[in-house]
T-cell receptor, first 112, second 109 residues
Framework: DGGITQSPKYLFRKEGQNVTLSCEQNLNHDAMYWYRQDPGQGLRLIYY???????QKGDIAEGYSVSREKKESFPLTVTSAQKNPTAFYLC???????????FGDGTRLSIL | AQRVTQPEKLLSVFKGAPVELKCNYS??????LFWYVQYSRQRLQLLLRHISRESIKGFTADLNKGETSFHLKKPFAQEEDSAMYYC???????????FGKGTKLSVKP
């Protein structure tokens, strides 16, 4: 869906640094989600937000933080506390929790 | 425990052959299941949703609560069906999805 934009496509981080991944949508969707995908694994939920100024931890939230100050934006910060941050990160959104999720192109994060 | 299992990492068939991608789930509530597909160099996209009971690109999937399965089927595979397929289970009221590990479908000419 052209309405969900993740940037950058590739991101490199030094050990001990925090890094923020951007996710923007112009679909007027209330719900937004962050997933992590590792090789040979399915997607695992990091954080989700059903509405502005509210978000909840997913299954693997440790070492990550998010904010939802605007409806269209749901940035994910990978902190230095995340011990194995190298992965492919996918952002998704949906009209509400009852509707299917639509995904962005993803950001690939690597540690230098 | 809530879980989605896709037993096959890779499924290889010839063009025109029937294809079935298996998905089993474990969930104590009323399940809502999806199939997502990712073609090469494209983003993950919704293929099917069980409550819609529709056929997309010739694919169908029926929820079998007795066998806790939601297998994806197509009677005649095409080369353009080659992709990564993920089965997903919606859990709770928040819309959260649990994904299987995916099956790579390769359709040979």
């Amino acid at each position: 869906d052209g309405g969900i934009t993740q940037s950058p496509k590739y991101l490199f981080r030094k050990e001990g640094q925090n890094v923020t991944l951007s996710c923007e949508q112009n679909l007027n969707h209330d719900a937004m989600y962050w997933y992590r995908q590792d090789p040979g694994q399915g997607l695992r939920l990091i954080y989700y937000s059903q509405i502005v100024n509210d978000f909840q931890k997913g299954d693997i939230a440790e070492g990550y933080s998010v904010s939802r100050e605007k409806k269209e934006s749901f940035p994910l910060t990978v902190t230095s506390a995340q011990k194995n941050p190298t992965a492919f990160y996918l952002c998704a959104s949906s009209i509400n929790s009852n509707q299917p999720q639509h995904f962005g192109d993803g950001t690939r994060l690597s540690i230098l | 425990a809530q879980r989605v299992t896709q037993p096959e990492k890779l499924l290889s068939v010839f063009k025109g052959a029937p294809v079935e991608l298996k998905c089993n789930y474990s969930y104590s509530g009323s399940p809502e299941l999806f199939w997502y597909v990712q073609y090469s160099r494209q983003r993950l996209q919704l293929l099917l949703r069980h409550i819609s009971r529709e056929s997309i690109k010739g694919f169908t999937a029926d929820l079998n609560k007795g066998e806790t399965s939601f297998h994806l089927k197509k009677p005649f595979a095409q080369e353009e069906d080659s992709a990564m397929y993920y089965c997903a289970l919606k859990v709770g009221s928040q819309g959260n999805l649990i994904f299987g590990k995916g099956t790579k479908l390769s359709v040979k000419p």
